[in-house]
T-cell receptor, first 116, second 111 residues
């Protein structure tokens, strides 16, 4: 059974703390993504990666960075957490695009981060 | 600027009736569309997809319709069941690149 695993389901951090959110997929997918979900705003793309060591900014990269040292692992880093980063964070993976029917995104269960 | 829009934040339907969820997009380059279902405290799960070369795709109780000229797609659920109560997101991509998601529609199916 295919799986995307996010290391922490619930986290509570203080303002200014460094936060690591880890994501691992076992499907040998090339593409990995980090989204955040907020009420009324849907899923917004933070960063994505099409290959190891490669990263691209999404729509809302400010305040975040990522790391992809291995194909199966994609980490989201909040260098100095702020209250407006309280959100549900969702990791996803997919096969490399083929220019047409690209198949689906597989999501992890999400990490609910609260920044106090 | 939101490239994929779901203008109805919520929808309530009686069990057994049809649920119709709508989605509009602005980017004419989008060629692949998906619908996801999300329960609280869980990640979204894939429901159904459609390529721009088609105008309809069916999978059991779920049918997605695509109107390219209107840049509109819709998801029909027939018959609706209480277990269908969830938030539904539409998503679109162009040439296999990143997916853009709508803001979601919360569906409640009333027993």
């Amino acid at each position: 059974d295919v799986k995307v695993t996010q290391s922490s389901r619930y986290l509570v951090k203080r303002t200014g703390e460094k936060v690591f959110l880890e994501c691992v997929q076992d499907m040998d997918h090339e593409n990995m993504f980090w989204y955040r979900q907020d009420p009324g705003l849907g899923l917004r793309l933070i960063y994505f990666s099409y290959d190891v060591k490669m990263k691209e900014k999404g729509d809302i990269p400010e305040g975040y960075s990522v790391s992809r040292e291995k194909k199966e692992r994609f980490s989201l880093i909040l260098e100095s957490a702020s209250t407006n980063q309280t959100s549900m964070y969702l990791c996803a993976s997919s096969l490399a695009g083929t220019g047409g029917n690209t198949g689906e995104l597989f999501f992890g269960e999400g990490s609910r981060l609260t920044v106090l | 600027d939101q490239q994929v829009k779901q203008n109805s934040p919520s929808l309530s339907v009686q069990e057994g009736r049809i649920s119709i969820l709508n989605c509009d997009y602005t980017n004419s380059m989008f060629d692949y569309f998906l619908w996801y279902k999300k329960y609280p405290a869980e990640g979204p799960t894939f429901l159904i997809s459609i390529s721009s070369i088609k105008d309809k795709n069916e999978d059991g109780r779920f049918t997605v319709f695509l109107n390219k000229s209107a840049k509109h797609l819709s998801l029909h659920i027939v018959p609706s069941q209480p277990g269908d109560s969830a938030v539904y997101f539409c998503a679109a991509s162009a040439l296999g690149n990143q997916f853009y998601f709508g803001t979601g529609t919360s569906l409640t199916v009333i027993p």
